[in-house]
């Protein structure tokens, strides 16, 4: 079978989290005869009707993605998926209000699960359908913390230690308080005259009293994170402090503390992985970045001044489980001084490994990407129809792809948007065609590669890599 006629399509919502490991996917996918459609997912969507049949990978099937799924269907598109959110969820009953619906499983044909723990998971969900294939293969994300991946980003960790020297890493997750437009957070600002809070985004699928213990929760480490920054600058007057804030949050609170205390830094630039092979020890709070350096070897604390049983336990067990936990600041400095010093390094022992091997398939043995490429080949030998749908369904796929396109493009600009331009920018700010045929070729260096590969760009910041 040709590759053209079973391109895979790759959207790519977060760029620093999601550009590098897919376009790994996309370096496996050329070995064994598939194209890949790989770039913005919002331009993605947007252009969807212009694409080829595919195979469409997906990020999430949420209600949210009920309408594009039902456009992508109606144009004869396969969807496949995985959820981004998985490794560290929130507790069964709301994530499965949160990250599953019925209406989307039923346009999904394969799915991907990070580990067995996310399979069981899904396997709980009582709408989940019986005949739907879920493979425990890994994340791609997943394989960029594998030992063999690290020099993809060596230079830019030598960068970042000449541009920062020494420096503790510390990494924010209070996106549902301090998001970067405040629609996004847990409840939104208050009108006048409103009597009760109304939930913004992040609260979708929660309830009243759940949002309500979550959005206390993270205001005070919030406020305890804000307080950590300065005191640990001048426990250690020999060692920068980094913030890293979460991809959904606004950094302004912490640039307003960096403009006080001349060693400390705010950035977001680029993935996470180089920040953490040049820093001396991360601190976090229940932060995927605490399983990923655990999974690297990596020091790690997770500080937590404040503590919630519902949200610690049913939410954060991993990252928590998998870092040394400090419950005050004096212990914190504590541990932090052992590891400068060199006499502690990051959490070890069978039972930690072993939760990472439930929750992160893949860390050793075939590639996340592998795994996936070997299920992609066995349902296009399965016989799956790729034939062009019905005119009927077509025209309406073209139909409601310009509709949706019109909508999308007016909602923007409206007042209280969630995702006006400035975010998209902000989770997708751009790569140029040469800096895109550098990563791949980086990629294809370490995996002992020689595929010719040929990279063009069909849209802006849509690229097809093929063979």
Known sequence: MKSEKRPLIIPVENQVREL????????VA???GFSSIIGSHRKIDLSIASFPRSLYLCKSFTVMNLKMFQIIHRLGHQILSWDEEALIHLPPDIYFSRRLSPLTLKYVSQLFAWGSDNLDLWRRYPEMPAQLPIHATGNPRGDMLRPEMYPFYAKEAEEIRDRHGDFILINTNFNHVNAFYPA??????ATNGQKKPSFGKAARGMSMAF???LHRHKLELFGYFKELIPALEQTFPDINIVVRPHPT???DAYQRVAADHERVQVTNDGNVIPWLMATRALVHNGCTTGVEAFAMGIPAISYRPSVNST???????LAHQLS???FDLETLQGRLREILDGRLGAVTGTEPRFLLQQHMAAQDGPLACERIVDALENFVRSGVNMKKPPPLSLAAGHFLSRGRRMVKWTKQYLPGSHAPPGFHRHRFPGITL?????????????????????VEQMHDQVFRISV
């Open 20 to 27: 590098d490991p897919k376009l790994l996917l996309a370096c």
């Open 30 to 32: 050329a070995r064994r």
């Open 184 to 189: 996004q957070n847990l409840f939104r600002p």
């Open 211 to 213: 949002a309500k213990t």
């Open 249 to 251: 949050e606004n950094p």
């Open 311 to 317: 949200i610690d336990e049913g939410f954060y067990h």
């Open 324 to 326: 040394h936990q400090c």
């Open 434 to 454: 040469t800096d895109l045929n550098e990563r791949l070729n980086r990629l294809q260096q370490l995996l002992g590669d020689e595929t010719k590969l040929k």
